[in-house]
């Protein structure tokens, strides 16, 4: 059993979802960052351009969006069922200036160029994607076997229903669909089928311009993708929020809004579980067990590393038990890393090294059992000869440090910074690359405090040899605004 709890700003939401006391996900949306992909719009077309075979649409915001045939749906042409090369009939053929067009946006507006949109409208759900304008059942590649896909489309054949019952339109099941009930599958359908109905109706009744459907905000998609029969309460800090969300709830998900409470406490939301100090806590690369051991978290371009230490603890009664109880409670805690960080890709989780075979295997159940409660896929491969646990995580947005982290002005990202002395060795190589080329009356060393203290103490004898051996004096003059490795030679 889990609750969620949502704390919300007009310019940030966050959502944190809590088991056993401790957060266990954490998601953040802030305002400013919030794309248009996804949005359908009422465009009117404002000028066809036949040799482009494109048309600039009208969207209602600063630059006209960009519509290229290959994108446009028509009753006679459609570029998802058409793969065997037939080229689309010429642009100036299916649209006209002033035609109004409903569209959606596939690529946000870049630098001076304006949105990319189709008129190919896709509406994603929980576990299925709505194709209104097309009638057939996809699945996804990632799905099972040939079987499992087969089966799977012979039950949304039966939930989807025929046109002439009221059906209609396709589906795209999507990875998550695979485990789905079928009264799981209706309720997508239904909520991705009203949507369409408003969308349509909107359509009809607003002017060009207009945006008829934007992709849920981080507050509703707590309803629609995080609320399950888990979930035993669902608290918001805004009484705002809190009545859209239920209004929203009541028309597509009837069973979570029971579940939604408006807090009221003086005490901001997320200090009730210490959230904001588990915030700082995931950003950091150490991570302490209870223990006494912990984990080193290493986030890099390709993969992630998870190096397990003992620490401290030495409670067993051999230090064989010793490995394997820091190593089982690691399995439990890297589960949790791995979900509150959002961590994907390629993970690599280096644990102790355990000699017995049995106590490998416990330890790998156990981790297969605490990733088991991941909604995100994860595969996990056993042991290798280094003893070393292969695993991925399917990656849905991007990681908790990558958003609200960005790497560090002073080191780059590296994590490190040369030392003093190894600066002060680089401006001592510097003077005299510089001694060679010119010739100025003397050379000002500009650098941090760190280092001119250096060079005026410990190395300061090296300093008065090479200023004897370039024949010139050497000033120095300290400059508090630049970092450890930051220098400059003024010539004078």
């Known amino acids: 059993m889990h609750d969620i709890l949502i704390n919300w700003a007009p310019q940030e939401t966050r959502v944190a979802l809590i088991e056993n006391g401790a ?13 248009l992909v996804g949005n359908i719009y009422l465009g009117k077309v404002a000028r066809v351009l036949p040799g482009m075979q494109s048309a600039f649409i009208d969207i209602g915001l600063e630059r006209a969006a960009f519509l290229h045939v290959a994108d446009l ?4 042409y459609n570029p998802r069922a058409t793969n065997d090369g037939t080229p689309p009939p010429p642009i100036e053929k299916q649209v006209f200036e002033g035609q109004t067009l409903t569209v959606q946006v596939v690529k946000d507006p870049i630098g001076t160029k304006g949105a990319r949109l189709s008129t190919q409208i896709s ?93 849920l905000s981080l507050v509703e998609r707590v309803l629609r993708d995080l609320a399950t029969e888990a979930t035993q309460s669902i608290r918001i800090d805004s009484k705002m929020q809190y009545d859209l969300l ?14 939604l409470e408006h807090y009221r406490g003086e005490r901001p939301i997320f200090d009730l579980f ?37 620490g401290g603890f030495v409670g067993a009664r051999n230090f064989d038990d010793t490995i394997f109880k820091t190593n089982l409670e690691a399995a439990q805690a890297i589960a949790r890393q791995l979900r509150l960080r959002n961590l994907g890709g390629i993970i690599i989780v280096d644990f102790i090294d355990m000699v017995r075979e049995d106590h490998q295997q416990a330890v790998l159940a156990e981790f297969r059992k605490q990733l088991s409660r991941d909604r995100t896929k994860t595969t996990v491969s056993g ?6 646990v292969e695993m991925t995580r399917k990656r849905t947005r991007e990681s908790l440090a990558h958003m609200l982290c960005e790497p560090c002005p002073t080191c780059q990202g590296r994590g490190q910074v040369k030392t003093a002395r190894s600066v002060c ?48 004096p050497i000033s120095l003059s300290a400059e508090p605004t630049m970092n450890p490795e930051q220098y400059d030679i003024v010539l004078l």
């Open 23 to 35: 957060i266990q996900e954490l998601h953040i949306e802030r305002a400013l960052e919030r794309g």
């Open 73 to 76: 749906h028509t009753a006679t």
């Open 123 to 215: 509406i994603a759900g929980r576990m299925l994607v709505f194709l209104p304008q097309d009638n057939h059942i996809g699945i996804s590649q990632k799905i099972g076997s040939a079987e499992a896909r087969d089966q799977l489309r012979a039950r949304m054949l039966a939930l989807v229903g025929k046109p002439e019952d009221g059906g209609g339109g396709g589906f795209i099941l999507r990875t998550n669909a695979e485990e789905a009930t079928d009264a799981e599958l209706a309720d997508d359908i239904n909520y991705l089928r009203k949507t369409w109905a408003q969308i349509r109706q909107r359509a009809l009744a607003q002017p060009a311009g207009t945006l008829l459907h934007q992709d």
């Open 246 to 259: 239920k209004a929203f709830g009541a028309v597509y998900t009837p069973t979570a809004v029971a579940k």
């Open 274 to 310: 210490g959230i904001e100090e588990e915030i700082s806590r995931a950003l950091a690369r150490r991570v302490e067990l209870k223990s006494g051991g912990y984990l080193i978290v290493d986030q890099t371009e390709a993969l992630t590393t998870i190096d397990v230490n003992t």
């Open 383 to 388: 042991f290798t000869q280094l003893g070393l």
């Open 425 to 472: 060795y680089d401006v001592l190589r510097e003077i005299l690359r510089e001694a060679r080329q010119f010739n100025p009356k003397e050379f000002r060393v500009v650098a941090s405090a760190s280092v001119v203290e250096m060079l005026l103490d410990e190395e300061s004898s090296h300093l008065a040899d090479l200023s004897a051996f370039i024949g010139k």
